[in-house]
């Protein structure tokens, strides 16, 4: 399986950025569609950036026009810009291809955490 490992989370205040990075192992990094998913206590993993092997992007309505995702398949890492912050993007995020398949393990996560 390819591993991932998520970085670049931290506590912020409500308005401010944070540049969250997943670095993949193994070859195939650059023939998936990767996304950027969280998981708030209590709820359920939702994801939130998608990005395809050809870099078209989508987004859930909740993050539209504040984060922005983005690959550098050299690197075998996608990136998720995270801008506008609230309190209510508190949450763990990890990336995984999308849809989801067996060949991606889950990372641990990176918590972000944004204070009011």
């Known amino acids: 399986q390819v591993q991932v490992v998520e970085s670049g989370g931290g506590l912020v205040q409500a308005g401010g950025s944070l540049r969250l990075s997943c670095a993949a192992s193994g070859s195939s990094f650059s023939r998936s569609a990767m996304g950027w998913y969280r998981q708030a206590p209590g709820k359920q993993r939702e994801l939130v950036a998608r990005?395809?092997?050809?870099?078209?992007?989508n987004y859930a309505e909740s993050v539209k026009g504040r984060f922005t995702i983005s690959r550098d398949n050299a690197k075998s890492t996608v990136y998720l810009q995270m801008n506008s912050l609230k309190p209510e993007d508190t949450a763990v995020y990890y990336c995984?291809?999308?849809?989801?398949?067996?060949?991606?393990?889950w990372g641990q996560g990176t918590q972000v955490t944004v204070s009011s």
């Open positions: 995984n291809t999308n849809p989801l398949g067996s060949s991606y393990s």
């Open positions: 990005i395809s092997r050809s870099s078209i992007t």
